[in-house]
């Protein structure tokens, strides 16, 4: 668990290190489905738009990681929350994943949300599913081949998902 | 099975009709995201766009039922498709969302995807449940009280999915 971070709102400014980061981890064509050739201007969308909440973890003045909390479905089904997450590859093993991962439950409770849905977990990428389980998400869903993965070629993809009835706001 | 409906690609001549049954079949509040109010602007940016190919179902030359095919996921997922289907609600029983489905499938094909995946059907809707089952989809994930059905409360919905090796093109 990483004590030394400090989370906040991300604003425009901490772009360059986002993309940094988020060309990083979209390299290995292995846990998201963003192609490496994702142009900035679209990522730079995934993180900043309307109904997009999100925050950036840092390390002193360093932006070491990031996530983005949205509604998962408009309308009837706004009632469940979505989020992703991406850690710097630099930083691995440090616990930004897991810190990242509790706030975030905390700002969607905060916001209203009953529950968490992840569409789109790679199964190959363990130490994602792992962390999830921990936090308490179980699989609720397998997309059979739904993932091209750059070196294992097709492979499942996990729904996710979490009331957060416990969390406390 | 209505044999008497004309598939033809919509255009934008065809809104005022779609628009017409968008409005009907999301009324209820039972069976799609969309809150009965959703504008006509949010409903024909939902049918036409970038990326999106729509059809219409015409009996003579009214439009009866519609559908969308779009890939699911960008990118790494693009092999997987997501559709969405609305038929009038003045001829359910009829066979159009049968006609319609199947002709998705092999447009799908045709357009080079592997497989279909249907994100959210909101499982009370027992017709539409059976009819994707029906034609092939199997229900791989169930999202715990994802939907706040109008009268039923909160009621899960179903990830559906279905390969497409077997369908000809």
Redesign the interface.
Known sequence: MSDALTLRPANIADWPAMWTIFHAVIAG?DS????PS?SENDASAYWFGPGIVSWVALEGERVVGMYKLVA?????????ANASFMVDPTVHGRGVGVTLGKHCLVEAKRAGF??M?F??VVASNHGAVKLWQKLGFTI???????????TLGLVD?Y?M?R?LDDIAD
């Open positions: 064509g998201y489905v963003f192609d994702t998962n479905q408009r309308d009837l089904g706004n009632h469940v009953a529950a849905q569409n789109f609720v869903g397998t997309l059979p081949r739904a993932f091209r993965h750059a993809a729904v998902y009331f």
